[in-house]
């Protein structure tokens, strides 16, 4: 069998369609069509299944690309490792991280992490996308309750969020200490645009939700941090947003018997299985993981 027709064969399947496939393979989607029409008559087998607007593999066409797929990572790998013979660690990383917790946090890691291996390219996007991971992230962080089984999840920690005020706001209007005092307060938090906002409260066993009406609104989590420092109102942000301030005194918490949470419960970092890792990318995944266990329970937006 042609090695590239067996090539052409994994990029259709992972692209989901001719036209995306055509692109990544610089081909026009009529060339693409017919090579894959011309495998299929050379094996005397459908491999897929087309529509309008996606491709499906058969189940022998999903034998053959997972094949295909084990075979170019495997030449990628060797490709890379005579490429790499006796230089720097070299290559490119794309990293998608949440805003708030890749801002407060992972940006120390990664300076670290691009002083250590300064021949690799980190292209980092500071974002809250839900969505799978595109062409060009390799590595995604994100906050969710149950990771797409079509990703490998790796486990980063908990997601610990705090119902907070200052010193000032405290002594002025108090502290909400039920969920419906919480919820009538001016709350600071951040929030995702054309989705009402709900927080999810844990006692042991138990739990309450409760919709949400912000009355500051940010996906910048310095920018609320400001706002809570300034006593505009009661946070409800992730515990590093405010740890250093809780420690000083200057914020103070309430509802400490409540396990919150906004967005979900535990941090992952995300990659696709079917996608060949660079030593860069291996690298990276592993310094990130090292660091998340070395700071310990970890909280994240």
Not at 205 to 212: A, I
Not at 233 to 253: F, I, K, M, N, R
Request: charged share 20%; proline share 4%.
């Amino acid at each position: 069998m042609d090695l590239n027709a067996l090539t052409l064969l994994v990029e259709i399947i992972d692209s989901g369609n001719l036209s995306q496939a055509a692109r990544k393979l610089k081909m026009t989607r009529a060339n693409v069509s017919y090579h894959l029409t011309q495998l299929e008559k050379g094996l005397g087998v459908q491999l897929v299944k087309r529509t309008t607007r996606r491709v499906e593999p058969t189940e022998v066409g999903l034998r053959l690309y997972e094949h295909g797929r084990n075979i170019r990572n495997e030449l990628a790998a060797a490709q890379e490792t005579i490429t790499s013979l006796g230089e720097e660690l070299q290559g490119r990383v794309g990293i998608s991280v949440p805003s708030g917790y890749g801002q407060i946090v992972m940006s120390d890691w990664l300076i670290e992490f691009k002083r250590l291996y300064p021949g690799i390219v980190l292209d980092v996007l500071f974002e809250n996308r839900a969505d799978n991971l595109r062409d060009e992230v390799d590595i995604a962080i994100r906050v969710i309750q149950d990771p797409p089984l079509s990703v490998v999840a790796r486990s980063l920690g908990n997601v610990r969020y705090v119902a907070c005020a200052s010193l000032d706001y405290a002594a002025q209007h108090g502290l909400p200490q039920t969920l419906l005092e919480l919820r009538n307060a001016p709350l600071i938090t951040a929030g995702v645009m054309g989705r009402q906002l709900r927080l999810s409260a844990y006692q042991g066993l138990e739990r309450q939700e409760v919709v949400l009406e912000p009355t500051l609104i940010s996906e910048h989590f310095p920018f609320l941090r400001q706002g809570i420092l300034a006593g505009l109102g009661v946070g409800l942000v992730p515990d590093y947003v405010v740890q250093d301030a809780v420690a000083s005194g200057e914020v103070l918490t309430t509802l400490q018997e409540y396990r919150l949470s906004i967005f979900g419960t535990h941090l992952y970092l995300l990659y696709l299985p079917n996608r060949h890792q660079t030593r860069a990318v291996r690298t990276c995944i592993d310094f990130l993981l090292e660091k998340a266990r070395s700071r310990g329970d970890t909280s994240a937006s």
